[in-house]
């Protein structure tokens, strides 16, 4: 089925729901006006539809290939990638001094989903150029920003990040990467790196590595590293790319799915790389473009959800089984069920990663630190239930086709092999859990009861036309208020951590309601306001039960001892 871009869902958020116009009010973006943005939308989505989503299934059937130590990307992979760069869609964000378009994140997040949803494993990549370009804009030199930045942004070059190591997954203060100073100002960078989304491709002139290693002195731990820019070709005094760089890629993974997508083992044998940011600091430039991506991982889940969903309603109204009054099981009672929870689950996901967007290029017009905690707030919140949509959209599309859905040929289930990995990259969904109990609520949940009073107020507002769903959100609201109250409380933060998936869970089906019912009372009479209800009434509950888990506490999964737990 050909996929559709949906622009005007993507509309009807910014106007309505996550509170774009704030954005545009602004002095720094204030050139995205409706018009503009919806222009942009439109011309992305041209390309998402026929550049991108005809690519899909190529590249799981051909995947990227080394051949004697050359990289051989999917067929048409090149011809995509030069559509992406040409657009300027990789640049969307990016410093326009630079050549980027200088647009809010709302706008690049927007185009991302919908290039996730066209085809996963080649928008891997300009996320990964996007993230470097953003470390690099914060942290890098003058002088290396002058002459990578204009090449990451055109498409002429390419970015990765390199953290994971053999011995060092999530555990990122565990890496062997050495660097040692080379007297010149550069390094030489020694160690190997895997899981390296897109290290290397046949379609650029160069691709740049942002690799982690501790320097001689650097103290044991996360506090020792240092950030690197390793590039495959050391550029001439003419910022060409010149020799070939002492690295390489060792092997490809051989993944469940993603296949088009090159994961790289990578080698560094004394490869010359310049020092991003301060020595020993590396984690906190890093954390630049992690976050980036963090956000932009969710946007892959919610778009491999768009598309997965696509996919099942077109099935579902084609195929003819049993008698209803279409004559296609659109219309069977369980598979109406599955459809609307897609959809309702879609739109309530999309809704949470736009918001968070628009907390992040808040904080950036205005400074204001209230937007910057509200930015990190929702940033885990984001990428954890954006992926989990993806995937259990995914899945729940195999389930629409039934047996079909068990057949390649129907493309169902290459959906959820590409998304599954969503939940574990750039951070597994159980640290963005933690991280949301923890770090983001070191401030005793400050910025989640700012948040709280903003849902209570609206769902106040609403009970005098909708209290059949403004009474519910309200209520389930004040819920998670309390819950958030005990979980502050918690000093033991093994206590906390116990319940953090599912208290994170809950908040994200507490926030759905909160935009659903925007939705709904934006278009009353209308479809959305029909979701709405469906998602507050059938959805919407399963708030109660997380929160049960969420405050459970440690003892009951500690109660079985690790000899036990083999019995």
Same mark, same amino acid.
């Given at each position: 089925?050909?996929?559709?871009?949906?622009?005007?869902?993507?509309?009807?958020?910014?106007?309505?729901?996550?509170?774009?116009?704030?954005?545009?009010?602004?002095?720094?973006?204030?050139?995205?006006?409706?018009?503009?943005?919806?222009?942009?939308?439109?011309?992305?989505?041209?390309?998402?539809?026929?550049?991108?989503?005809?690519?899909?299934?190529?590249?799981?059937?051909?995947?990227?290939?080394?051949?004697?130590?050359?990289?051989?990307?999917?067929?048409?992979?090149?011809?995509?990638?030069?559509?992406?760069?040409?657009?300027?869609?990789?640049?969307?964000?990016?410093?326009?001094?630079?050549?980027?378009?200088?647009?809010?994140?709302?706008?690049?997040?927007?185009?991302?989903?919908?290039?996730?949803?066209?085809?996963?494993?080649?928008?891997?990549?300009?996320?990964?150029?996007?993230?470097?370009?953003?470390?690099?804009?914060?942290?890098?030199?003058?002088?290396?920003?002058?002459?990578?930045?204009?090449?990451?942004?055109?498409?002429?070059?390419?970015?990765?990040?390199?953290?994971?190591?053999?011995?060092?997954?999530?555990?990122?203060?565990?890496?062997?990467?050495?660097?040692?100073?080379?007297?010149?100002?550069?390094?030489?960078?020694?160690?190997?790196?895997?899981?390296?989304?897109?290290?290397?491709?046949?379609?650029?002139?160069?691709?740049?590595?942002?690799?982690?290693?501790?320097?001689?002195?650097?103290?044991?731990?996360?506090?020792?590293?240092?950030?690197?820019?390793?590039?495959?070709?050391?550029?001439?005094?003419?910022?060409?790319? =010149?020799?070939?760089?002492?690295?390489?890629?060792?092997? #490809? *993974?051989? %993944?469940? &799915?993603?296949?088009? !997508?090159? /994961?790289? $083992?990578?080698?560094?044998?004394?490869?010359?790389?310049?020092?991003?940011?301060?020595?020993?600091?590396?984690?906190?430039?890093?954390?630049?473009?992690?976050?980036?991506?963090?956000?932009?991982?969710?946007?892959?889940?919610?778009?491999?959800?768009? =598309?997965?969903?696509?996919?099942?309603?077109?099935?579902? #109204? *084609?195929? %003819?089984? &049993?008698?209803?009054? !279409?004559? /296609?099981? $659109?219309?069977?009672?369980?598979?109406?069920?599955?459809?609307?929870?897609?959809?309702?689950?879609?739109?309530?996901?999309?809704?949470?990663?736009?918001?968070?967007?628009?907390?992040?290029?808040?904080?950036?017009?205005?400074?204001?630190?209230?937007?910057?905690?509200?930015?990190?707030?929702?940033?885990?919140?984001?990428?954890?239930?954006?992926?989990?949509?993806?995937?259990?959209?995914?899945?729940?599309?195999?389930?629409?086709?039934?047996?079909?859905?068990?057949?390649?040929?129907?493309?169902?289930?290459?959906?959820?092999?590409?998304?599954?990995?969503?939940?574990?990259?750039?951070?597994?969904?159980?640290?963005?859990?933690?991280?949301?109990?923890?770090?983001?609520?070191?401030?005793?949940?400050?910025?989640?009861?700012?948040?709280?009073?903003?849902?209570?107020?609206?769902?106040?507002?609403?009970?005098?036309?909708?209290?059949?769903?403004?009474?519910?959100?309200?209520?389930?609201?004040?819920?998670?208020?309390?819950?958030?109250?005990?979980?502050?409380?918690?000093?033991?933060?093994?206590?906390?951590?116990?319940?953090?998936?599912?208290?994170?869970?809950?908040?994200?089906?507490?926030?759905?309601?909160?935009?659903?019912?925007?939705?709904?009372?934006?278009?009353?009479?209308?479809?959305?306001?029909?979701?709405?209800?469906?998602?507050?009434?059938?959805?919407?509950?399963?708030?109660?039960?997380?929160?049960?888990?969420?405050?459970?506490?440690?003892?009951?999964?500690?109660?079985?001892?690790?000899?036990?737990?083999?019995?």
């Amino acid at each position: 089925m050909p996929y559709r871009a949906p622009i005007s869902d993507y509309e009807f958020l910014f106007k309505n729901v996550v509170g774009f116009d704030q954005v545009a009010e602004t002095e720094r973006f204030a050139e995205a006006s409706s018009d503009v943005v919806s222009a942009i939308l439109t011309e992305a989505g041209k390309m998402c539809e026929q550049v991108m989503a005809p690519l899909q299934r190529p590249g799981d059937l051909e995947p990227a290939r080394l051949e004697n130590g050359v990289l051989r990307t999917s067929p048409g992979y090149a011809e995509g990638w030069n559509a992406i760069a040409e657009g300027g869609w990789i640049g969307m964000s990016g410093n326009p001094e630079y050549g980027g378009m200088g647009l809010p994140m709302a706008v690049t997040t927007a185009v991302n989903e919908m290039m996730s949803a066209a085809c996963l494993s080649l928008q891997l990549a300009p996320l990964m150029s996007q993230g470097q370009i953003e470390a690099l804009e914060h942290h890098a030199s003058d002088e290396i920003k002058e002459l990578y930045l204009p090449k990451l942004i055109s498409g002429e070059w390419s970015g990765t990040m390199n953290l994971t190591e053999p011995q060092a997954g999530s555990d990122v203060g565990a890496l062997s990467s050495k660097a040692e100073p080379n007297g010149d100002g550069t390094y030489s960078i020694t160690g190997q790196k895997i899981f390296i989304s897109w290290g290397d491709n046949d379609f650029c002139e160069n691709v740049c590595h942002l690799v982690l290693a501790r320097l001689p002195d650097g103290a044991p731990g996360t506090r020792g590293i240092s950030l690197f820019l390793v590039p495959k070709f050391i550029p001439d005094e003419n910022g060409n790319p =010149g020799v070939a760089n002492d690295l390489k890629v060792v092997s #490809l *993974e051989h %993944k469940m &799915g993603l296949h088009g !997508s090159p /994961t790289c $083992v990578m080698q560094y044998d004394g490869a010359k790389g310049w020092l991003v940011g301060q020595e020993h600091k590396g984690m906190a430039a890093m954390f630049t473009m992690m976050n980036n991506a963090r956000l932009g991982v969710g946007g892959q889940g919610v778009g491999v959800a768009e =598309g997965a969903y696509q996919h099942a309603l077109a099935y579902a #109204l *084609e195929r %003819k089984q &049993g008698k209803t009054p !279409s004559g /296609t099981i $659109v219309d069977h009672a369980d598979v109406r069920r599955m459809l609307m929870e897609m959809k309702a689950d879609v739109f309530a996901s999309r809704a949470i990663l736009l918001a968070n967007a628009v907390a992040i290029d808040m904080a950036q017009a205005t400074g204001d630190a209230d937007w910057a905690a509200r930015a990190a707030l929702l940033t885990p919140i984001a990428k954890a239930f954006g992926t989990e949509t993806g995937i259990r959209v995914a899945e729940t599309g195999v389930q629409v086709h039934g047996g079909m859905g068990f057949i390649e040929e129907t493309g169902a289930a290459q959906y959820y092999r590409d998304v599954r990995v969503t939940a574990i990259y750039e951070g597994t969904n159980g640290i963005q859990a933690m991280d949301l109990v923890g770090r983001k609520m070191m401030d005793g949940g400050e910025a989640a009861a700012r948040l709280l009073d903003e849902i209570e107020a609206q769902a106040e507002g609403a009970r005098a036309t909708m209290p059949e769903l403004a009474g519910p959100v309200w209520e389930a609201t004040e819920s998670l208020r309390e819950a958030t109250e005990w979980l502050t409380s918690q000093d033991d933060m093994t206590e906390r951590f116990a319940g953090a998936l599912p208290y994170l869970r809950a908040f994200a089906r507490v926030l759905g309601g909160h935009f659903h019912l925007a939705a709904a009372l934006a278009d009353p009479d209308g479809p959305r306001a029909k979701l709405a209800r469906f998602y507050i009434n059938a959805l919407l509950p399963e708030h109660a039960g997380l929160l049960a888990q969420a405050q459970n506490g440690a003892k009951d999964l500690y109660a079985l001892s690790a000899d036990e737990l083999a019995v």
